[in-house]
């Protein structure tokens, strides 16, 4: 278990994500002085018995590059377009600075679609494995060219939580151009001091970071600190580090103060959780009455149809719906009837469903081994 920067030599498999505003500018496209410097880093730690996984943004912003579009605003399909482009280059541009350590790098596209439906997230932690057996570096990205924005992760950032989490790595490793979180903008404020470690979040804290984007990236500091509450809910330590620091990841593994470092609590999220609570749509909402919340939230009881007050949307059983008490979300699960039948069940008894629908299937309308707690935790930073 890693509880300071020094067990960070104990990691075993790392995901190191690097940002858009990395690898790529306007003049050259890519910038390869950066790749090559990424590179030797990620070789010493596989080096050093660290399996490393790669998970690379850069394939959009170098397509804007090479089809001059730069400063245009996209539709989908120019953006698809301009991700195809900039595919080729940007893995072209990985593997010549992999074969100075004689280390083959291979590619994976993924949609959200492909971590959603169980048997390809198999698959896809499958083809991991096999990769790392093989001394290959995966390098992971969006399949930009056919993704929409139904089925989008939304920014690398998230991607690469996700990764971490599919092949059961033990520490996310997000390179960027700052040097971590602080406790005030320091573009603003002189006095602003970064924060080393970071033991838990909540959404104050997330609010106080703000968010930036630019035509080379999407994610900004808000989108990391998502990424770290879903890597570490997971069980995953995560940092952040200024990927222009020389050796930094070195510096990082190593125990040296560099970067933010974000620990994880004491309630984990197992697999099985994680694929509900960070993967799946919410197709629908069931709301419950104050006695339900409280069984639900304290006493890890199942949903049970007497405790519902309210149903919404339309959704098939089996798909993942959200749990209110109010207007407050306090869990998610996989649903065991369908909308339909939850609105002619709604307030009854388990004992009679059969006699509302003619049939029971389960006594619960979400089984505990389903559900998964959203609760609010307080945020600590040690500066």
Sequence with gaps: MIQTRQDLSHVQRAIVKIGSSLLTDADTGIRMQMVEHIAAQICAMQQSGIQVC??????????????????????VHEKQAAAAVGQSWLMEAYRQAFAHYDVQVAQMLLTKDDLRHRRRYLNASNTSETLFSAGVIPIVNEN???????????????LGALVALMVNADLLVMMTDV???????????????????????DHDIMAMA?????????????????????????????????????????????????????????DRHSRHQHWIADVLD???????????????????????????????GDFDKGECVEVLADSLVIARGLCNYNSKDLSCIQGLPSKNIEKALGYMDFTSVIHRDNLVLTPVKPFHLMI
Excluded at 55 to 72: D, E, Q, Y
Excluded at 183 to 196: I, L, M, T, V
């Design 54 to 75: 790669l998970v690379s943004s850069g394939a959009v912003a170098l397509g804007r590059v090479h089809l001059g579009w730069l400063g245009k605003v996209l539709s």
């Design 179 to 201: 040097d971590g979180l602080y406790d005030a903008n320091p573009q603003e404020y002189n006095d602003a001091k970064r924060c080393s470690v970071v033991h838990e979040l």
């Design 144 to 158: 930009d060219t056919v993704v929409v924005e139904e089925i989008k992760f939304g920014d690398n950032d998230n």
């Design 210 to 266: 703000g968010d930036s984007a630019s035509q080379f990236g999407t994610g900004g500091m808000l989108s990391k600190l998502s990424a770290a509450e879903i890597a570490t809910r997971g069980g995953v330590v995560a940092a952040i580090v200024n990927g222009h620091q020389q050796h930094v990841l070195n510096d990082l593994m190593t125990g040296k103060d560099v970067g933010t470092l974000f620990l994880c609590g004491e």
């Design 282 to 312: 919410v197709a629908g909402k069931i709301y419950v009455d104050a006695g339900a919340a409280e069984a639900i939230a304290h006493k890890g009881a199942s949903l049970l149809p007497v405790g519902m007050t309210a149903v919404v």
